[in-house]
């Protein structure tokens, strides 16, 4: 018996049997670590998740909450109105909240397939239609802004960005601002709305 388990041991599976050894020794030498560091673990872990918080892309917290976080452009006296410095803040704008839009844009997209994918029951589909179309809503809303910011990028390449699409005047570093799709200026913006009063008798 004991010269048949050495010969085993000696010729065939020598692979296995190395790897055997080697989970052995890599157990002993994890049960050996736990046992010792297991603070400096758990500290290494929190350490990690708290790096990755940071590292994580920034989310998209709405139209409202972008627009207060765009820094006012500096406007010097002499400058020309949508200078290359001009342009380029924009740019920079529209840029940073075109890639929000697109990583939110996914987030709706996996939040809508969650929906469809978790009740695959008509019954159970229709109590959540609310959530459905709200997040469907929102998806249309995400892709339209997309839509305006990327024609926005062209008219800073066509040297039209910032000039009333209507009367050609100034749109403003301000109003562009606080609006950074606008095509028009504040007086054509104000007529157009009261237009569209008139005609679909809102009032
Ligand atoms: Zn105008």
Redesign the pocket.
């Known amino acids: 018996m004991a010269i048949k388990k050495q010969k085993q041991k000696k010729s065939p599976p020598k692979k296995i049997e190395t790897d055997k050894n080697k989970k052995l020794s890599i157990a002993v030498a994890k049960k050996k670590v736990t046992k010792t560091t297991v603070k400096k673990k758990v500290k290494k872990t929190v350490a990690k998740k708290k790096k990755l918080k940071v590292s994580a892309k920034p989310k998209y917290q709405g139209e409202k909450n972008f627009l207060a976080s765009i820094q006012p452009y500096k406007i010097k006296k002499t400058e020309r109105y949508m200078n290359a410095r001009q342009k380029k803040h924009f740019i920079e704008i529209l840029e940073r909240w075109h890639s929000l839009l697109v990583v939110e844009q996914d987030r709706t997209a996996d939040k809508l397939q969650d929906i469809a994918g978790n009740f695959p029951d008509e019954s159970d589909r229709a109590t959540h239609e609310e959530g459905f179309t709200l997040e469907l809503k929102t998806r249309e809303r995400e892709r339209r802004l997309l839509n305006k910011i990327d024609s926005a990028v062209e008219s800073i390449d066509q040297n039209d960005y910032g000039f009333?699409s209507?009367?050609g005047?100034e749109i403003g570093i301000r109003r562009l601002e606080a609006r950074p799709t606008a095509t028009?200026?504040i007086?054509?913006k104000t007529l157009e709305e009261i237009h569209e009063k008139q005609q679909f008798g809102s009032v």
Do not use: G, L
């Open positions: 009333c209507a009367c005047i028009r200026c007086d054509c």
